[in-house]
């Protein structure tokens, strides 16, 4: 006869139970530590986003930097798709492939200044007698507050603010800018930037990541970016001159290095635009872009099958294949064209009070 051994089986309900509590315990969308001091004392806050897939991102808010986006290949491992750097001293230190956002105009402004409204202003030339990603400062060396938003049933996500100051870096008008970064279970990382201002002023937001689809993660260890496949909705750019600002004329990219209407390999053509550049660092003009979410680009690493898919409301793509880096990463930075602000033929890049600027970008991470 079958005899029920109580202490037995309340051993077995007992040995069970942290299981069940495991298995039940909700997915941790958000996650929020110390991650170092800035020189001010500030303490440095490290956000790290979670989806229902198991792919991650992390943001700092020194920066707004992404320092790690992991993201897994056809056979499900993860790993950083980001350049990045271990410690918050290595980035205080200079560290050359930071994913931070700039602004508050991203890429360059020719003689470093510009007139608007009549009045000329000034700003630091920091690339040459020219003036490139806000300045010898910027946002990307700014201390963000960020704040973890509640999240909702698909997604994580984390608003990041910063108030740039009327004369920072020469700009006019105080301007208050947001940035929140989305992770959703579709393996969309979403960027959606903000700004309003009280007194007019030339804006263009963007992220400065360095993708390495293979693996990224310490810059010095991770190979070149020369075999990722390429494609850019571009079919016309802006020339240059020796020093990168644009004549304020558009090409086509057909018969170009810079032709991407077809998947390409990044580093077929490299060496056809040496010895000018060492690499690709061209403006892209976007198919449609320029009002609603447009796909831009599509990046493939054919090793680990990852696919990274770039939706943006911008009408341009910066494409710089990380050349100090030995291009160890490149970037697809969907921004207004270089120098918009002294180009009449160029979209306006000039926000005035009352009237907010609004544009997003999607990363979309997929594996074949």
């Known amino acids: 006869m ?4 109580v202490p037995c089986a309340l051993g077995l309900i007992l040995s069970l139970a942290p299981l069940q509590m495991l298995a039940a315990e909700p997915l941790r969308r958000v996650e929020v530590k110390d991650f170092g001091k800035a020189a001010d004392g500030q ?3 490290l ?6 897939k198991g792919m991650s991102a992390s943001v700092m808010s020194y920066g707004a930097v992404i320092t790690e986006i992991q993201a897994a290949d056809r056979n499900g491992r993860f790993t950083n798709v980001v350049l990045g750097a271990g410690t918050f001293e290595e980035y ?11 602004g508050r105009v991203a890429n360059r402004i020719a003689k470093a200044r510009f007139k608007l409204d009549g009045q000329e202003f000034k700003l630091a030339a ?11 400062k910027g946002f990307a060396s700014g201390l963000w507050m960020g704040k973890a938003l509640s999240p909702r049933e698909h997604e994580a996500a984390v608003e990041f603010t910063y108030l740039s100051k009327d004369g920072e870096e020469g700009y006019p008008g105080n301007l208050q800018v947001k940035v929140t970064y989305t992770l959703t279970d579709e393996n969309e990382f979403r960027i959606d930037y903000a700004a309003e201002t009280d007194r007019p002023t030339p804006v263009n937001l ?4 360095y993708f390495n689809l293979a693996g990224a993660g310490d810059v010095r260890d991770v190979h070149d970016v020369l075999d990722h496949v390429l494609w850019i909705a571009g079919e016309q750019y802006t020339p240059a001159h020796d020093d990168l600002i644009p004549t304020g004329e558009f090409a086509p990219v057909r018969g170009t290095p810079l032709d991407f209407t077809k998947p390409t390999r990044v580093g077929e053509r490299i060496d056809q635009l040496k010895p000018k550049l060492n690499g690709y660092d061209h403006n892209f003009v976007i198919k449609g872009g320029g009002k609603s979410l447009v796909l831009a680009a599509r990046v493939s690493e054919p090793g680990s099958g990852r696919t990274m898919e770039v939706e943006t409301t911008q009408p341009g793509v910066q494409l710089y294949t990380g050349n100090h880096l030995n291009h160890r990463g490149l970037c697809l930075e969907t921004q207004h064209y270089p120098d918009s602000i002294n180009q009449p033929n160029f979209p306006s890049v ?4 009352g009237a907010p600027f609004k544009s997003s970008t999607v990363f979309r991470f997929l594996t074949q």
């Open 2 to 5: 079958f005899q029920f051994n």
């Open 350 to 353: 000039v926000l005035r009070p």
């Open 47 to 52: 956000f790290t986003l979670r989806n229902s």
């Open 43 to 45: 303490v440095v806050k």
């Open 92 to 102: 205080m230190n200079g560290f050359p492939g930071s994913a931070a956002v700039i």
């Open 126 to 136: 920091n690339n040459g007698k020219n003036h490139i990603h806000g300045g010898n």
């Open 206 to 209: 963007t992220n400065h990541a």
